[in-house]
């Protein structure tokens, strides 16, 4: 099992270079203490193309944050 605090934060140092460049803000919340369940390198891989996907998008626009927001409920978690 890896925590999904560490899989997100692997997937963002993976793109730390292009988010100093874009000087693109980071926020996180309720990534601690959820523990993943599953292949965790599947899950980091799927993370990693859809952070690339939103620094993209952000290249020509003024306002430039992603958040990461985790919740659980009912033994599932959801990620925004």
């Known amino acids: 099992q890896q925590s999904l605090a560490k899989v997100i934060h692997s997937a963002l140092k993976g793109q730390q270079s292009k988010i100093k460049a874009l000087n693109i803000d980071i926020e996180t919340s ?40 985790a919740r659980t409920q009912m033994g599932n978690v959801r990620l925004k």
């Open 30 to 69: 309720g990534l601690e203490g959820i523990d993943l369940i599953g292949e965790s390198l599947q899950i980091e891989t799927a993370i990693d193309e859809i952070l690339k996907n939103a620094i993209e998008a952000m290249e020509h626009s003024k306002s430039r944050k992603i958040t990461f927001i």
